[in-house]
Nanobody, 120 residues
Framework: QVQLVESGGGLVQAGGSLRLSCLASGRTFSRYVGWFRQAPGKEREFVAS????????YYADSVTGRFAISRDIAKNTVYLQMNSLKPEDTAVYYCGASGPFGGFRTYDYWGQGTQVTVSS
């Protein structure tokens, strides 16, 4: 099992920045850890993912060049640095983790989510 706890959401003006954190704990190794988001009335969508062993990253086209995912092995924490935020980035952001053989966007474990609101 893996437990995930997100933090760092909030309200920011368009063009601003936020950094989300995801603290992971548990006995199961996760090959990938990443972020999805879900806006009101929309399906949950992939945002970014990082491979734990070598920090290889994946991004959705909509956030490439604006968001950066990273991980701190010593702290068992994954970060999502979000810059140049737009109103359309407003959503609940969920941290997710795969199992030991999972794919970069196929997660078995989820956090509770953190709200990000970008005002225009």
């Amino acid at each position: 099992q893996v437990q995930l706890v997100e933090s760092g959401g909030g309200l920011v003006q368009a063009g601003g920045s936020l950094r989300l954190s995801c603290l992971a704990s548990g006995r199961t190794f996760s090959r990938y850890v990443g972020w999805f988001r879900q806006a009101p009335g929309k399906e949950r969508e992939f945002v970014a993912s990082i491979r734990w062993n070598d920090a290889y990253t994946y991004y959705a086209d909509s956030v490439t060049g604006r968001f950066a995912i990273s991980r701190d092995i010593a702290k068992n924490t994954v970060y999502l640095q979000m810059n140049s935020l737009k109103p359309e980035d407003t959503a609940v952001y969920y941290c997710g983790a795969s199992g030991p053989f999972g794919g970069f966007r196929t997660y078995d474990y989820w956090g509770q989510g953190t709200q990000v609101t970008v005002s225009s």
